[in-house]
C-alpha cells in the first residue's frame, strides 16, 4: 500500500499565499502521474494541477499563473505553491498519485486525506 499524507492548508487573506507539500509512503516501487485536486462545498472534485514523473505539468484554466505544482521524485513528494489565492479557492485539497508496489503489480489510483484551504479576509 501507499500512503499520501498533505500538509500546509490553513486559512489566508485574499492575495495570499500558501504551499501545500505531499509525501508518499510505504511499498513504492514507481510513482506515475501525480496530482492535486480540490473540492468545495456542494461541488464536485475537480483537478486542479497535475505533474507526470518527466516534469510536464497541466493546470485548470482557473489557477493558471497563479499555482505551481512541482515534485521531488527522489523523496516521493508533490507540492503546490498558491499564490494570489482568493475566495472561490476555498476548498479541501486532495493529493493523487498513480503508483505501483512491486514491477508486477497494476497501477493504483492513491488519494490522500486531504487538506483545508480557505481563502477569507
Known amino acids: 500500500q501507499v500512503q499520501l499524507v498533505e500538509s500546509g492548508g490553513g486559512l489566508v487573506q485574499p492575495g495570499g499565499s500558501l504551499r501545500l507539500s505531499c509525501a508518499a509512503s510505504?511499498?513504492?516501487?514507481?510513482?506515475?502521474?501525480m496530482g492535486w485536486y480540490r473540492q468545495a462545498p456542494g461541488k464536485q472534485r475537480e483537478l486542479v494541477a497535475g505533474?507526470?514523473?518527466?516534469?510536464?505539468?497541466d493546470y485548470a484554466d482557473s489557477v493558471k499563473g497563479r499555482f505551481t505544482i512541482s515534485r521531488d521524485n527522489a523523496k516521493n513528494m508533490v507540492f503546490l505553491q498558491m499564490n494570489g489565492l482568493k475566495p472561490e479557492d476555498t476548498a479541501v485539497y486532495y493529493c493523487?498519485?498513480?503508483?505501483?508496489?512491486?514491477?508486477?503489480?497494476?497501477?493504483?489510483?492513491?488519494w490522500g486525506q486531504g487538506t483545508q484551504v480557505t481563502v477569507s479576509s
Open positions: 505533474i507526470i514523473s518527466g516534469g510536464t505539468t
Open positions: 510505504g511499498r513504492i516501487f514507481h510513482i506515475g502521474p
Open positions: 493523487n498519485a498513480l503508483a505501483r508496489t512491486t514491477a508486477e503489480a497494476t497501477i493504483v489510483d492513491y
